[in-house]
């Protein structure tokens, strides 16, 4: 079986990514405000402080997150996320966008990383080539370097 393709995308998952991740927790916090006044007797006020909590974290989440985007990187033998290795996993995949989480190896850290057909261009079809190609496997007859005897 051949090795997946080397290659290399930018990550930013694009507007709607942006605008899920400001319009979820707003809308959460939003409800529960909503909430906790309608159970005070207060379902107007409730519904007024509600709407007003959320449009403003909705905004102050939207001008916080980073415009900086995420270079993702196959070179044959291991994902790169900016120049840090990890192991890759497809979390969601829903045809034309993918959340990828990259588990990184030196610490016990995880990054999100969203990416759109859009975004990646022609390099879609070998992203995801690589994205569900099995892993490489060292040549037939050689043990893991884990595995190997010591001499000596």
Same mark, same amino acid.
């Given at each position: 079986m051949r090795a997946a393709p080397a290659v290399s995308v930018r990550c930013t998952g694009g507007p709607v990514w942006r605008a899920w991740c400001a319009l979820l927790p707003a809308s959460a916090l939003a409800a529960l405000v909503a909430w906790v006044f309608g159970h005070l007797g207060q379902p107007?006020? =409730?519904?007024?402080?509600?709407?007003?909590?959320?449009?403003?974290?909705?905004?102050?989440?939207? $001008? $916080?997150?980073?415009?900086?985007?995420a270079i993702l990187a196959w070179d044959g033998q291991q994902w790169t996320a900016d120049g840090v290795a990890g192991? &890759?996993? %497809?979390? +969601?995949?829903? =045809?034309?966008?993918? +959340?990828?989480?990259?588990q990184i190896a030196e610490r016990p850290a995880t990054r999100w990383l969203p990416v759109s057909a859009r975004e990646a261009g022609?390099?879609?079809? &070998?992203? $995801?080539?690589? %994205?569900?190609a099995r892993p490489p496997q060292p040549p037939a007859g050689t043990a893991p370097s884990a595995e190997r005897p010591s001499h000596g």
């Open positions: 107007h006020i =409730g519904a007024m402080a509600g709407l007003a909590i959320g449009v403003a974290l909705a905004l102050g989440l939207w $001008r $916080r997150q980073s415009h900086t985007p192991a &890759l996993t %497809v979390m +969601l995949d829903l =045809g034309p966008w993918m +959340l990828l989480r990259l022609p390099a879609w079809h &070998l992203l $995801r080539a690589a %994205v569900f």
